[in-house]
């Protein structure tokens, strides 16, 4: 038996509104989603898991129509849905009540239901929200439904609010496989048994690291899983460290060096840290025109000094002499301040 397990696409989420690149996110959310199926139908795979929030809010009849029309191409594979936070379910919405044409099952809302497939002697166990949150610790105490078939448990939560969970008590679980959703971060809870898959597609700067589904087969019982990365973009922390002899052309070099390297099509969120010796301003507008820029975080550390401890540690040296000139006024006028700050970048960095 042969799986594709995966969770959280948001289908219909403008990730970054506002940002140059928000409407081309929203449709390469969905051509990542067409590409899983593609890899279904080429793997021949048996069974399609999506963990809950596969729409970013409750699908309209529109939305299912579509989403039914793209998995009535598979030839070979069942699709097992749940909704989630998101996509939640409420008993008169469209969902409740959608009728698939593909070979698509929707688990009802908040009871625990099974459907059993007898061709693959496999059972997946689990339920839908029926609203923004479900706060029972239902995970902890499902048990599999169908003794002797491969047992599958498909659930989203993993925080306070949404179902939560023990990591312990699903490591010991009776589940052949645990298809877990909502949390964006891939984990591997227990390995080839109990993953959260991640989002497929990243949604937001928080999302930072690679995204993509779980492709897993089934021989003997014996399960074997691995990582799939098909997202199209990524997020990425660029930590940049100010050193005495940066200027400011060469850190916005430096910036445009790694982003080529990383690759253009990413977004990037700059974070430049360090102590600024030269009181330098950094323009990065030239590298925000160019490239995907999130935000530049700018955190100078010129207030890190520690005027008491560097006393203490200087007491018998010029710069403990220095410290003990002008700390008197230190606290209490911005140009001594400054003057420390300017001394100490000197005295500091000659030894
Ligand atoms: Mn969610």
């Given amino acids: 038996m042969k799986f594709i397990h995966m ?31 593609e890899d279904a139908e080429a793997n021949q795979v048996d069974l399609l898991l999506i963990a809950g929030d596969l729409f970013h809010m409750p699908p309209s009849d529109g ?30 919405s469209p969902m409740a009540n959608y009728r ?49 078939a491969f047992n599958i448990l498909l659930v989203h939560g993993g925080d306070a609010k949404h179902c939560p ?12 496989y645990v298809a877990l959703g909502h949390i964006h971060k891939p984990e591997v809870i227990k390995e080839n048994q109990v993953i959260m898959c991640g989002a497929l597609e990243p949604i937001d700067h928080t999302d930072t690291g690679a995204r993509g589904y779980i492709y897993g087969e089934v021989y003997d019982g014996i399960v074997k899983t691995q990582f799939v990365p098909v997202a199209k973009r990524s997020y990425l922390n660029l930590l940049i460290n100010i050193k005495p002899d940066h200027s400011p052309a060469m850190i916005l070099d430096l910036v445009d060096r790694q982003i080529r390297n990383l690759g253009e099509q990413n977004i990037y969120r700059i974070l430049v840290k360090g102590h600024n010796h030269n009181r330098d301003v950094f323009d990065f507008t030239s590298l925000t025109e160019k490239y995907n820029i999130y935000e530049v975080v700018t955190e100078d550390s010129q207030d890190d000094y520690d005027i008491n401890q560097i006393y203490q540690e200087n007491q018998d040296n010029l710069i403990g002499k220095f410290v003990n000139q002008l700390s008197d006024n230190y606290y209490n006028d911005e140009v001594y301040k400054k003057a420390v700050h300017y001394g100490l970048d000197v005295l500091l960095n000659q030894i």
């Fill in 63 to 92: 939305m299912l129509r579509d989403v039914d029309y793209m998995l009535s191409k598979l030839t070979n594979t069942k699709t097992v849905i749940i909704a989630g936070n998101h996509d939640y379910m409420k008993p008169d």
């Fill in 165 to 176: 969970f023990n990591k312990k008590t699903l490591r010991e679980t009776n589940f052949d």
């Fill in 100 to 148: 698939f044409s593909s070979k698509t099952i929707c688990l009802s809302a908040d009871k625990i239901s099974n459907v059993y497939m007898k061709d693959l002697n496999t059972c997946v166990t689990g339920f839908s929200y029926s609203s923004k949150e479900n706060e029972d610790d239902i995970i902890n105490h499902i048990k599999p439904a169908k003794p002797g």
């Fill in 7 to 37: 969770a959280d696409v948001h289908l219909g989420v403008q990730p970054d509104k506002g940002k140059r690149w928000s409407e081309a996110r929203e449709q390469e959310i969905k051509e990542t989603f067409v590409k899983v199926i």
